[in-house]
């Protein structure tokens, strides 16, 4: 049985790890991290691939222009949402940061789960730690709707169906931080966890943000503030939680008031499901308590009503609803009224038509804007829990034109190009990023990404390191020590943490691993007074090549006495 992680190894992967080592001639390289968690089972597997090849795959860059972003985070370039030209960059913001609060969310996963879905049966946010969240928000608004049959054109029940109102927040993640007004508040006993949660993860997160604001956490009978953001980053997990826990106890009271609406979240997506006089009464509070409360604004015009009993209706009996809603609800004249379906949380909902033209526009613009990509981004998050029939011509599709225009970019020969069975999986689709040159930031493997897997452990080590020595990791059901340094949940062994906790226990062969000189040294030099640029090296080693799958040989270059 795999030993828990002791203190005094902790420690000394934070001292290893911690220095900037990707600055100097020599230091940690990605096999002696790689190795350990591969030879090791498909938990730390899973791990490796969550935490370090997925992140590689969707947002470090190419090239040297790209370093400087590689060592801030990377950035990533989701495609445009239909009716919005161009890319819209997110951010991402500092790897070390990133990754952290990653874990720490990740950790806390089942408590966050358990308060965003358990206290109160209508308002669910799915973005608090949710396992497929985005997927869940959509399949449960479908359910609360009905089936898709239009209504006879009668007002009684032609105007007052059930509707889902999407309510789109401007700028939300940005200004909860940024005016310092959002308030964590102290509810009852019945959902404590969201103050207590808030109280352990602001001390830590705090550290990562820079300016003034602050985010309050109410404690009677005074109030004490902690240093929080100049704007709650996208992508950025600790912040969505703050912003999550920050608005659900609002949204409880509301739902209280409205006992017949249905309130599915996901991070700022609001939504309200209902009859539409009930729901609309719904949305008037909501938008009141947003900007009363928590100084956000609704962006009337990228908030939608949508009703499954308007698909299909004659365009008379289109504009007859349109103009009805409008004079009995003049609050909802400026949102827009969708009858063949809605898009939530980036998953199209309504008529197969909607769908199709949707993923079709979504799928021509990627495939426009492919070029102009400095890393490709993939479909899975636009396209699960779609209607399967519908997915999979379209992942072949967009996976199709993704190999091409990497074979034409980078000159592969026709049989790499020719992708057999029309799809690719992620480990398929890293094996082709392998197979790019090294000066074009090919590789998953290269010097360049070594400078991002130091960062992961690092990020891992000071984790780990900060997490031990809080007080309330103390408490009665794990296992902690000084003298012993233990640090084990009992109840949870099977918590995401502790397969990372099992990898780093044998540091022997870490040490094994650094002794063998696996990949050359490289060199360092600066562009511009930029950061440090690890040069392209193609020299690949036969301990390299047993780590990762054997067909991987024949495109390396090895010598005889390398392969021996």
């Not at 890319?87 to 913001?93: C, D, F, K, S, V």
């Not at 309130?263 to 009363?292: C, H, M, Q």
């Not at 609803?321 to 379906?341: K, M, N």
Request: proline share 9%; charged share 20%; aromatic share 10%.
């Amino acid at each position: 049985m795999a030993r828990p992680l002791r203190m005094t190894m902790m420690m000394r992967i934070a001292s290893l790890l911690s220095t900037p080592s990707w600055k100097k001639s020599i230091g940690w390289r990605p096999v002696q991290f790689l190795k350990p968690i591969l030879l090791l089972g498909d938990e730390p597997r899973g791990l490796y691939q969550t935490f370090i090849l997925k992140p590689l795959m969707l947002g470090y860059g190419v090239g040297r222009a790209r370093v400087d972003s590689l060592l801030r985070g990377g950035n990533y370039y989701p495609a445009a949402k239909p009716g919005k030209p161009g890319l819209r960059p997110i951010i991402i913001g500092h790897l070390d940061r990133r990754i952290c609060s990653s874990l720490f969310v990740q950790y806390h996963r089942t408590a966050l789960t358990s308060f965003f879905t358990q206290s109160h049966p209508r308002v669910i946010q799915h973005a608090g730690g949710l396992e497929d969240g985005a997927i869940r928000f959509a399949k449960l608004i479908q359910s609360a709707m009905g089936p898709q049959v239009p209504v006879p054109y009668i007002p009684s029940e032609a105007f007052d169906p059930m509707v889902v109102i999407g309510l789109d927040c401007k700028n939300a993640f940005n200004s909860l931080g940024a005016l310092g007004d959002g308030y964590v508040l102290r509810p009852g006993d019945s959902i404590s966890h969201c103050a207590s949660f808030a109280a352990h993860i602001l001390p830590y997160a705090s550290q990562f943000y820079q300016g003034d604001c602050r985010l309050f956490l109410k404690q009677q009978p005074r109030v004490e503030a902690f240093p929080c953001s100049m704007g709650v980053h996208q992508g950025d997990p600790a912040g969505l939680s703050l912003f999550c826990h920050a608005l659900h106890p609002f949204l409880l009271r509301i739902a209280d008031k409205h006992g017949s609406c249905l309130f599915p979240l996901y991070a700022d997506n609001i939504t309200v499901v209902g009859r539409f006089s009930e729901a609309s009464a719904a949305v008037k509070d909501i938008v009141d308590t947003l900007r009363d409360d928590l100084s956000l604004e609704i962006q009337p015009r990228d908030s939608k009503i949508f009703s499954a009993s308007w698909i299909g209706l004659p365009p008379d009996q289109q504009d007859a609803i349109r103009g009805f809603l409008w004079a009995r609800f003049p609050h909802l004249r400026s949102f827009a009224i969708e009858q063949e379906g809605i898009v939530l949380g980036g998953i199209p909902v309504g008529s197969t038509s909607f769908i199709q033209a949707w993923l079709s526009a979504k799928l021509t613009s990627l495939d426009e804007e492919l070029r102009l990509l400095g890393d490709l981004p993939t479909l899975q998050y636009f396209l699960r829990g779609i209607d399967p029939f519908l997915v999979l011509e379209a992942c072949s599709a967009f996976d199709t034109s993704v190999v091409r225009e990497l074979g034409n970019a980078f000159q592969w020969p026709p049989h790499v190009v020719r992708v057999p069975g029309g799809t690719l999986s992620p480990m398929e689709f890293a094996s082709f990023k392998r197979q790019l040159p090294y000066a074009e930031g090919g590789d998953g493997f290269t010097p360049q990404a070594g400078v991002a897997l130091s960062a992961y452990y690092v990020a891992t080590a000071n984790f780990l390191q900060w997490s031990a020595s809080l007080p309330w990791m103390r408490d009665s059901n794990q296992l902690y020590s000084r003298e012993s340094g233990l640090l084990w949940d009992s109840d949870a062994p099977d918590q995401p943490l502790n397969p990372m906790l099992r990898t780093f226990s044998d540091l022997g062969e870490l040490d094994r691993a650094k002794e063998s000189n696996a990949i050359p040294l490289p060199t360092f030099f600066r562009i511009d007074g930029g950061p440090p640029f690890l040069p392209p090296q193609r020299a690949v080693t036969a301990h390299l090549m047993k780590t990762f799958p054997p067909h991987l040989e024949r495109k390396a270059h090895l010598s005889e006495h390398q392969r021996g």
